[in-house]
């Protein structure tokens, strides 16, 4: 299940544009993408091995996109 999250997320901003990933963040989540969300954020607060190889997966994709985009400094 961690591969399968990680690998999402992961793909998610390789395959997102800059104003795709703009807009995403100004428009609220759906009730079912919180809701879903909300059990991930829960389980990886839970369970701190799991959310350090969560983290160890997706930092560094998800940190370069952003600063690519200017969404970091």
Do not use: H, W
Not at 56 to 71: T, W
């Amino acid at each position: 299940m961690l591969d399968k999250m990680a690998q999402k997320v992961v793909e998610k901003y390789q395959n997102s544009s800059c104003q795709q990933l703009a807009e995403e963040k100004s428009r609220p989540p759906t009730a079912q993408k919180a809701q879903m969300e909300q059990r991930a954020v829960e389980m990886l607060r839970n369970d701190a091995g799991m959310r350090a190889e969560f983290l160890n997966r997706v930092a560094a994709p998800i940190a370069n996109k952003l600063f690519e985009c200017g969404m970091i400094p």
